[in-house]
């Protein structure tokens, strides 16, 4: 599997720390000293999800020097977007012309490696040979604005990524463990036969047992994906990492005993846009000419489930 196109896309609106000083019981120094963010992007009433996830679309297969019609399957991945149903790839897929099968999935933060996996799969099972896959999120319309240890986190955004079947193996590892440390409850209807009260909606964080599942999971599927390419840290030329908070990627360049300039990050100014996080830092990467054919890249990211990944690849 191999990676020849990337796109992203941000909504127009920049909302800094400062900005959120006039709602929140807070300041600049309290949120990059713990997060690393100086802003985010976030959609506003005239933008939604679904144009991002197009936009990011086209300008992967631009990047690609393809048409939407030499596709043969589109994976979106989302945590919530504009609609119930059809999924947002469907969408995607009528925008941009494609004629394919499309389908969308939910593996929270970790939801581009996962993604990643199941495109693998379809290319060593024949199914497929170029695929797209986006990941769209519109975080910022889960969280809590009034609660300030988690609604300074996010951004909302959308990255993609075109694959082919025609480059070399690549190493994945994933892993899932229940817990309720991070999660967002479904809004509840009644129905004649179902009399439920709605339940709280809006996204909940336990912030300590997150920072020590992430970096110990993700330290842990870094070195898998290494041990199963005999690699070794020093061999790779990027850790492209789920940008949830400055400090998580400190912990993890200090675990690997690796220099700095190998942990790329765009965190202080996009936020937390969950799954869309590692594509859109890899879109800006791609553009601006840090990667080399030949390059070994391991992505990772964690989030709620607990779940998360990695992916090693070469350029």
């Given at each position: 599997m191999k990676i020849i196109g990337t796109g992203s896309a941000v909504p127009r609106r920049k909302v800094t720390n400062e900005m959120l000083t006039e709602f929140l019981d807070t300041n600049d120094e309290w949120i990059s000293t713990r997060t690393g963010i100086k802003s985010r992007r976030?959609?506003?009433?005239?933008?939604?999800?679904?144009?991002?996830?197009?936009k990011a679309s086209e300008e992967a297969l631009k990047d690609a020097h393809l048409d939407a019609t030499d596709l043969d399957y589109i994976i979106c991945h989302n945590v919530d977007n504009d609609y119930k149903t059809p999924a947002l790839a469907c969408v995607i897929q009528g925008a941009i012309?494609?004629?394919?099968?499309?389908?969308?999935?939910n593996g929270a933060c970790a939801g581009f490696i996962f993604s990643?996996?199941?495109a693998n799969g379809l290319m060593k099972a024949g199914r497929a040979k170029k695929i797209l896959l986006v990941c769209a999120e519109h975080m910022t319309k889960l969280?809590?604005?009034t609660r300030r240890e988690s609604c300074v986190l996010f951004g909302d955004g959308a990255g993609a990524v075109i694959l082919t079947d025609e480059g070399p193996d690549c190493e994945i590892s994933l892993s899932t463990v229940y817990s309720d440390a991070l999660y967002c409850n479904a809004s509840t209807k009644e129905t004649p036969f179902s009399h439920q009260e709605k339940k709280y909606d809006k996204l909940s964080m336990k912030g300590k047992e997150v920072f020590k599942f992430a970096v110990q999971s993700s330290a842990h599927d870094i070195q898998q994906v290494?041990?199963?390419?005999?690699v070794t840290a020093d061999?790779?030329?990027?850790f492209v990492l789920h940008q949830a908070n400055l400090r998580i990627v400190d912990a993890i360049k200090t675990h690997m005993n690796q220099t700095e300039e190998k942990f790329p990050h765009n965190i202080e100014r996009r936020g937390n846009t969950s799954s869309a996080s590692v594509p859109l830092l890899l879109d800006e990467m791609n553009k601006n000419g840090m990667l080399k054919e030949g390059d070994i890249v391991i992505f990772s990211a964690f989030g709620a489930g607990f779940s998360s990944g990695a992916c090693l690849m070469r350029w």
């Open positions: 976030v959609l506003s009433t005239d933008e939604d999800v679904t144009q991002l996830a197009i012309k494609a004629k394919c099968p499309s389908v969308d999935m990643l996996d199941c969280t809590d604005w290494m041990d199963q390419a005999k061999d790779v030329k990027y």
